[in-house]
T-cell receptor
Framework: KAGVTQTPRYLIKTRGQQVTLSCSPI?????VSWYQQTPGQGLQFLFEYFSETQRNKGNFPGRFSGRQFSNSRSEMNVSTLELGDSALYLCASSLRGLAGYEYEQYFGPGTRLTVT | DQQVKQNSPSLSVQEGRISILNCDYTNSMFDYFLWYKKYPAEGPTFLISISSIKDKNEDGRFTVFLNKSAKHLSLHIVPSQPGDSAVYFCAARLYSGGGADGLTFGKGTHLIIQP
């Protein structure tokens, strides 16, 4: 079974621009979560999508948004990029609560975003 | 305020010995805990998990222990192998009733297995 895929793997943008990142979950997984990883803050939860609806959101400004399509693929958008948005953005998929307490998330390789 | 803490940024263990990675949490509403392993330039890989209704879960060389009263969990790796050298993240889930929230991660412990 193919794992979680993310595109692109690397991206360089200029401050003020916007960016869209893409994530394809494991086949059959309907939940997609996004995380930001930085050296200082570690892994931080951005938001989760399930059945095309945002279910949960972390503590990030409104410049960070996302969506999920009917095939469970998800995109994340960051508008008006700031230098501090430079990070590894990780996408994870899961079966989300369909088996009780089992909630393992499976991560993609990430998109490394550099803002200059 | 960091709700999940891994106080050891790094740990060095000899091959064949036991590796013990520790994690403390502050939120008593966390109901599910997971350990992930991460190699450079890759996403985290799920290792093992434990529900808050249990105190131990084993999977091969990996055992996770949960002490709810102390709000502490640990990952034991026995015996440690060179391929275990990686960064290990502890994560916790807060179940909010209507659906599970995102995972809260610790900042990781870099495990180095010495030959």
């Amino acid at each position: 079974k193919a794992g979680v895929t993310q595109t692109p793997r690397y991206l360089i943008k200029t401050r003020g621009q916007q960016v869209t990142l893409s994530c394809s979950p494991i086949s059959g997984h309907r939940s997609v979560s996004w995380y930001q990883q930085t050296p200082g803050q570690g892994l931080q939860f951005l938001f989760e999508y399930f059945s095309e609806t945002q279910r949960n959101k972390g503590n990030f400004p409104g410049r960070f948004s996302g969506r999920q399509f009917s095939n469970s693929r998800s995109e994340m958008n960051v508008s008006t990029l700031e230098l501090g948005d430079s990070a590894l953005y990780l996408c994870a998929s899961s079966l989300r609560g369909l088996a009780g307490y089992e909630y393992e998330q499976y991560f993609g390789p990430g998109t490394r975003l550099t803002v200059t | 305020d960091q709700q999940v803490k891994q106080n050891s940024p790094s740990l060095s263990v000899q091959e064949g010995r036991i590796s013990i990675l520790n994690c403390d949490y502050t939120n008593s509403m966390f109901d599910y805990f997971l350990w992930y392993k991460k190699y450079p330039a890759e996403g985290p890989t799920f290792l093992i998990s434990i529900s808050s209704i249990k105190d131990k879960n084993e999977d091969g060389r990996f055992t996770v222990f949960l002490n709810k009263s102390a709000k502490h969990l640990s990952l034991h790796i026995v015996p440690s192998q060179p391929g275990d050298s990686a960064v290990y993240f502890c994560a916790a889930r807060l179940y909010s009733g209507g659906g599970a929230d995102g995972l809260t991660f610790g900042k990781g412990t870099h495990l180095i297995i010495q030959p």
